[in-house]
């Protein structure tokens, strides 16, 4: 069973930058489509960025496009999000989420979700 672990959420100022991680166990990360979801406040999950099992191809959402980068370590069975031009709209509890099938911009598509880390953009 794979788990999921983030950190590296907080506070950031408008235009400012953010690193996420997302430490996996109990198997080997690259073997799994790995991406990021985000909510806001009452709203939905919204799918970011995602990368494929084995070639590791980045995925982006449109408001990410440009901003975001999705990235792996596999020696450290770790996923990053880097987030840069953060500006209010990006706040929210940001989660990482895993599935051996492949990328989908639906949550339910995806078997493991880590608990998430907060990220909060204001001044």
């Known amino acids: 069973q794979l788990q999921l672990v983030e950190s590296g959420g907080g506070l950031v100022q408008p235009g400012g930058s953010l690193r996420v991680s997302c430490v996996a166990s109990?198997?080997?990360?690259?073997?799994?489509?790995a991406g990021w979801f985000r909510q806001a406040p009452g709203k939905e999950h919204e799918g970011i960025a995602c990368?494929?099992?084995?070639?590791?191809?980045?995925h982006y959402a449109d408001f990410a496009e440009g901003r975001f980068t999705i990235s792996r370590d596999n020696a450290k069975n770790t996923l990053y999000l880097e987030m840069n031009s953060l500006n209010p709209e990006d706040t929210g509890v940001y989660y990482c989420v895993a599935d051996a099938r492949g990328c989908s911009w639906y949550g339910l598509d995806f078997a493991s979700w880590g608990q998430g880390t907060q990220v909060t953009v204001s001044s």
């Open positions: 990368s494929s099992r084995g070639d590791g191809r980045a």
């Open positions: 109990g198997d080997t990360l690259e073997h799994y489509a």
